[in-house]
């Protein structure tokens, strides 16, 4: 680290928010980071707050708390901008200068602000089809001498507004999927400089998105959430001498269709360039062919800011094989399974028809699209012969490695044909490195699926007809999750409609937003691993974060899963009732059956319940809940003592005797030391037993080698972790996986595809492995909230050489390298400012270190004592 004179201090991030124009707090809590030398230690801060052209507030406070600190001055009022810096004083006397300012924007913060009400197409449309989106627009006069000018808008569906012919924002599908009915969010856009003295105008494309598009199962449901196509904004101008003018859509906006054919998450676009109107949605445009809009109805209270960053392209790749096909048809390969859609420049006579078609894998040299089940994913652009066209998709999305275009007219030039990557435009925050390619290579198919799924909400899989926010894969995927990019913001708003959609005797449904699943998933029941995401993924918030407000808002929503569960387990302790999917996707389970695993899944059941209730008494001692702490802390005893006596042998083995079974037990600390002992040396011969092959579905995969290091077995799990025979994670990367699969065998050695109905080639679930690399490999494991405290404790094995690991803390960056070089290990490790940590290395006595950068040195592991 830098040595510094005095220390520096970044400017301040609001809540989890990497924009902070229309926040949704009135007090939006405070973050920085500073650097500083070694040995200073933040006393106190001092927060100056000047807000719209106000003079000044200081508000000195004594701590040392850096991370989500609360908002010191009055709250803010609907559209207040404040300007906030910081100054840190520490010991010795030393002060930082003054962070540089950081604004604030309130959005709209109470239901009285919105005078808008939601139009859109008012023309007869049947209910339950497809219907083609429409364009609304709005003529309107501004004044002059504008200070600033801001939109904010939502939609009943998805849209993008324009201003003066001008495309406002860079986010697509807003406002994204939410429990419609108890909320809807909208976005806040800074347009001043989209205006102009005189005539302007305002206008929006619609699609149906998540709000009325098909979604589902067995062809899906149309109009869930409501029948209308709406946009709803209000536009304020302010101008210089303090009056202010206000455009919200009413009946007076017009309709009409525009060139979107179709638009559907499932079917792709279809988008027709003879119908396109030019200058629609400028001034001086004649709309009085244009239809009146219907005015359709939202209750202000449920409009919210977004807790998340929009969705947005965060990437292009341009193809790495282009074949062309006996018939005409150029495939292109992109080398990476991705979310996205393509991005055309193609020229044809009008009425040229371009079809392109979307698949993740290929099987015996053609597209498969079996998997897809009956989501088409298929764009289809019309040509209207005017000239060279550059065309995206605006309402849809693929999973997709392989692209096929039919009716491309001409070779394809190196620039004709773009994929563009788009996920939710979270902070990048964990890396890995090892010097195992092939490790290196499973750890990024773990991140590229997590980009591919994080859209809005966190999805199974994104191409076939689900794309759901199932709660037991994020629950166990969380963790994994969190290191990889700042999701606080994005998971937190997920766990709000968790809360909305959870069942009034406790139960959390599959998935969420919940949506028609047919006679399996609907109407909900209470299940293991699935429903305790309500308690386990506000409590992984809440420590690799540091935000205690997660546990606080999301407690009722956790304590309800447990009481839910107290009463179906009854006094004798055991969940052994209900329908269980139990160690789901187990290897073992045939294509048709994935819950049939080798685990007994009352055992599942039954260990997350105690899991779960040592976690709500955990989260009850950090709110000051001392009486639910000892409540739920005995029924985590009482659950671990029931668990002990059904599913334990007299001679210390699992009644299930299966991975799964061993490491539930070991991880979730059911076991007494002797027992632990036991189950840690069975695991052990029985994954030596299966050859290195992996045997466990969601529920074991996260925990297995966690369970094999932590009982002394480090160099099995290693083996497990490298074994390249199907299952195992390696098998999938010497397939030719960039992303992580459904199933340990969605494309079988011979190369065909998994006949299960249920296979995609893009889930995150079983690269929740991934959280174990950043902490047994990598060496960086959170110690207290927020990694203000962490643990370094590398584990070298499996023949690596080096594995360089680093995090993006709330406090600052933290980097963990370790290398073997002439049989020494060498380690060196770097702590921010404001936080500690703890150095545990081939056995010797712990290390207690400060900021900075710190150097270690041993023998390597086999070579004797240091």
């Known amino acids: 680290m830098t040595k510094l004179n005095a220390p520096i201090v970044s400017p301040i991030q609001f809540e989890h928010l990497s924009e902070a124009l229309g926040v949704g707090a009135a007090r939006p809590r405070l973050s920085w980071k500073v650097r500083a030398e070694r040995q200073w230690r933040q006393t106190s801060y001092e927060i100056e707050i000047k807000r719209n052209s106000d003079a000044p507030v200081s508000y000195h406070v004594e701590s040392s708390e850096q991370v989500l600190v609360p908002w010191p001055g009055e709250p803010l009022a609907s559209r207040d901008v404040a300007e906030v810096r910081v100054r840190v004083f520490g010991s010795h006397g030393a002060r930082s200068g003054w962070s540089d300012p950081a604004t604030v924007e309130a959005g709209l913060l109470s239901p009285d602000d919105w005078s808008a009400r939601p139009v859109g197409p008012g023309w007869a449309e049947t209910p339950g089809t497809d219907r083609r989106p429409g364009l609304v627009r709005r003529d309107f006069r501004v004044g002059d001498q504008i200070l600033r000018a801001r939109l904010y808008a939502t939609a009943h569906g998805v849209f993008e507004a324009e201003v003066n012919g001008r495309r406002i924002g860079d986010e697509i599908l807003a406002p994204g999927w939410t429990t419609y009915s108890h909320r809807l969010r909208y976005r806040t856009y800074d347009v001043t400089s989209a205006l102009r003295e005189g005539e302007n105008t305002i206008g929006a494309w619609l699609g149906d998105g998540w709000y009325r598009g098909r979604l589902g199962f067995n062809g899906g449901h149309h109009d869930i959430y409501g029948h209308d196509l709406s946009f709803l904004a209000q536009l304020e101008i302010v101008y210089a001498d303090g009056t202010r003018d206000t455009i919200a859509t009413d009946e007076t906006w017009r309709a009409s269709f525009g060139p979107i054919q179709l638009s559907g998450l499932y079917d792709g676009e279809r988008y027709d360039t003879r119908d396109e109107i030019p200058g629609w949605s400028s001034p001086g445009f004649d709309d009085t062919t244009w239809a009146p809009v219907s005015v359709a109805h939202r209750a202000p209270e449920t409009l919210v800011a977004p807790e998340l960053p929009p969705v947005r392209c965060t990437g292009e790749l341009t193809p790495t094989g282009t074949t062309v096909l006996p018939d005409g048809t150029i495939r292109l390969d992109f080398g990476q399974n991705i979310v996205g859609r393509l991005r055309l420049r193609v020229d044809g006579p009008a009425g040229h028809v371009v079809t392109v078609r979307h698949a993740e894998v290929l099987q015996d040299g053609e597209l498969h699209t079996r998997t897809l089940r009956l989501a088409p994913s298929v764009d289809t652009l019309v040509l209207d012969g005017a000239g060279p066209r550059v065309w995206e998709p605006r309402f849809t999305l693929h999973g997709f490695r392989y692209a096929e275009i039919e009716g491309w007219p001409g070779g394809v030039g190196e620039d004709d044909v773009v994929a563009r990557v788009y996920h939710t435009d979270m902070e990048r925050t964990g890396w890995l490195e090892t010097s195992n390619p092939l490790l290196n290579r499973l750890h990024n198919n773990v991140l590229w699926s997590m980009r591919g799924n994080f859209v809005d909400i966190p999805t199974d899989c994104p191409q076939r007809d689900e794309r759901l926010g199932w709660t037991g894969d994020i629950q166990v995927f969380a963790p994994t999750a969190s290191f990889l990019y700042h999701c606080a913001g994005f998971l937190t708003s997920w766990l709000v409609d968790l809360d909305n959609e959870q069942l009034d005797d406790g139960t959390v449904p599959w998935f969420v937003p919940t949506i028609p699943g047919g006679p399996m998933w609907t109407p909900p029941r209470p299940a293991a691993v699935w429903g305790d995401a309500a308690v386990l993924t506000p409590w992984v918030l809440y420590q690799r974060f540091g935000d205690r407000d997660i546990l606080a808002r999301q407690y009722r929503s956790a304590k309800a899963w447990v009481d839910l569960v107290v009463r179906l387990a009854g006094p004798d302790r055991l969940w052994d009732s209900g329908l269980q999917l139990g160690d789901w996707l187990d290897p073992a389970a045939p294509p048709d059956d994935p819950a049939a695993a080798q685990t007994d899944k009352y055992l599942v059941a039954t260990a997350y319940f105690a899991w ?38 007299d001679d210390g083995l699992m009644r299930s005797d299966a991975q799964t079974a061993y490491a539930l037990a070991i991880v979730f600390d059911l076991l007494d030391d002797e027992q632990r002992t036991c189950a840690g040396t069975r695991l052990a011969e029985l994954v030596r037993k299966a050859g290195n092959r992996i045997a466990t579905g969601f529920a074991g995969t996260p925990l297995i080698t966690d369970a094999l290091s932590s009982t002394g077995h480090v160099d099995v799990a290693y083996d497990l972790l490298l074994e390249e025979e199907c299952p195992s994670w390696l098998y999938m990367v010497r397939q030719g996986a960039t992303t992580i699969w459904e199933r340990w065998d969605s494309m079988l050695p011979d190369g065909s595809v998994n006949p299960g109905d249920m296979t995609s080639f893009n889930h995150y679930a079983l690269g929740a492995v991934a959280d174990w690399m950043h902490r047994d490999i990598g060496g960086i494991a959170p110690m207290a909230p927020g990694y ?11 023949g690596l050489t080096y594995a360089k690991a680093s995090y993006e803390s709330p406090y600052g960056p933290i980097h963990s390298h370790w290398r073997i070089e002439s049989g020494m290990f060498h380690l060196t490790v770097e702590l921010p400012t404001g936080t500690t940590g703890l150095v545990e290395i081939l056995g010797r006595p712990a290390v207690e270190i400060g900021p900075g950068t710190h150097t270690f040195r041993s023998s390597a592991p086999g070579d004797g004592d240091t």
Do not use: M
């Open 612 to 649: 779960s209730a040592r976690h709500l008494a955990a989260t009850a001692r950090v709110l000051g809940r001392s009486d639910d702490e000892r409540y739920y802390a005995d029924i985590a005893d009482q659950a671990k003592e029931a668990f002990v006596g059904e599913y334990i042998t």
């Open 788 to 798: 203000r405290r962490v643990r370094f404790a590398p584990k070298p094995g499996g």
